[in-house]
């Protein structure tokens, strides 16, 4: 994959229910504390040096944000730091949310 994926919600639900996936969460952390999907990390730029350095980056790697825009730009980045098989959660946390 040379570029990342846009994935809507009932993909992204099948991929975590079925292999090991790292999801980042890139909204500011007070929405994070609020509420995230399980197993999602908090991202930014206090902790991106340290992800980058601790994660697989063979594994599939999901970033979302509030509605699915600002996430394909981090899409973009973690595929330019290697990262093998990356999605965008198209509409982002609003539209999980709305999902669950």
Known sequence: MDEFEKID???ARLMIKRESVSIV???DEDS???SHIAGAVSLGNKNMN???KETDRERSLICYCYHGISSQSAAKYFVSQGFKKVYSLIGGFER???AS
Request: hydrophobic share 45%.
């Open 32 to 34: 994070y504390r609020e």
């Open 25 to 27: 969460d890139i909204r």
């Open 96 to 98: 999980w949310r709305e």
């Open 50 to 52: 340290a992800f980058l």
């Open 9 to 11: 919600i009932d993909a």
